[in-house]
């Protein structure tokens, strides 16, 4: 008697066990009813028929899928590593346990021929400054490829491009002679806006020499207020001009009324 209620508690547990499932907010479960696909139960308890019903539980959450790194060649013949990372999640239960074996597999291959093919398609420059072109490209044909399985791919990114050593090199000499370039640019600018500061410079004390000369002595006041012992001026004979002329004339004058005067006393 103890035997065989102990064998009925057994049989009563274990046929609580596998029919009753528990469902996270985050879960779905496809039910199979003698290998009939009957419907999508979840979140929550599942009741299930024992050895008649069986649930294939399925994941809603996004899944980041890291895809190895991919010999490429590129269309200007470059080989290249190039890996990627795609977020994907599952819209549709049923059709991604019934479509498809193994969805994480098939969408893990299929990312791998994709990346294949749209990076083999670029060149090398557009791997470097266009990923975001790249991603997108990558992302609309895995999105259309998964539909059927009830997979929606959300995002796709280029993470490492890898470049053989010898490229690697040449792209450091380009990049050291593209700096040496705009380094020359950017002096011979310089160079051309001063000269072309004294040309207006030149320009302007043309037109009013005093200029210059009210900038010499504003220099020699400056230079005088420095506690220097002795200072050497030099001074350009242009700021004498006027006194010379003024003397000359001074000189003429004298010249013409000299005769004049010696003359008179002989005849006296």
């Known amino acids: 008697m103890t035997f065989a209620f102990a064998f009925l508690l057994f049989l009563i547990i274990a046929f609580l ?32 028929i024992p050895v008649i019903d069986k649930m294939r539980k399925i994941d809603l959450r996004i899944v980041t899928l890291d895809v190895p790194p991919q010999d490429i060649i ?3 013949n470059v080989s290249v590593k190039v890996s990627a990372v795609v977020y994907f999640r599952v819209m549709d239960s049923r059709r991604a346990v019934v479509e498809v074996e193994n969805f994480l597999f098939a969408t893990s291959q299929l990312a791998q021929t994709t990346l294949r093919s749209v990076c083999g398609q670029a060149e090398l420059d557009e791997l470097l400054s266009e990923r975001d072109k790249i991603n997108a490209q990558i992302q609309e044909i895995l999105d259309l490829d998964t539909e059927p399985w009830g997979i929606k791919v959300s995002k796709v990114e280029v993470k490492e491009i890898d470049l053989p050593q010898e490229m690697k090199r040449a792209m450091a000499k380009q990049a050291e002679a593209e700096r040496e370039r705009r380094s020359k640019v950017i002096n011979a600018e310089g160079e051309f806006q001063a000269a072309k500061k004294l040309a207006d410079a030149a320009d302007i004390i043309h037109k009013a020499p005093a200029a210059l000369q009210l900038r010499y002595l504003q220099t020699l006041r400056e ?17 004498f001009r006027p006194f010379i002329e003024i003397a000359d004339k001074l000189k003429s004058q004298e010249d013409i009324n000299k005769p004049a005067g010696t003359e008179s006393e002989g005849g006296k």
Do not use: C, Q, W
């Not at 230079?223 to 700021?239: G, H, K, Q, R, Y």
């Open 74 to 76: 590129t269309r200007d």
């Open 17 to 48: 066990m596998s029919a009753i499932r528990i469902l996270n907010e985050y879960e779905r479960g496809v039910i199979f009813r003698l290998g009939r696909v009957i419907k999508t139960k979840g979140p929550g308890l599942i009741i299930l």
């Open 223 to 239: 230079v005088a207020t420095e506690n220097n012992s002795t200072t050497l001026f030099p001074i350009p004979i242009d700021l």
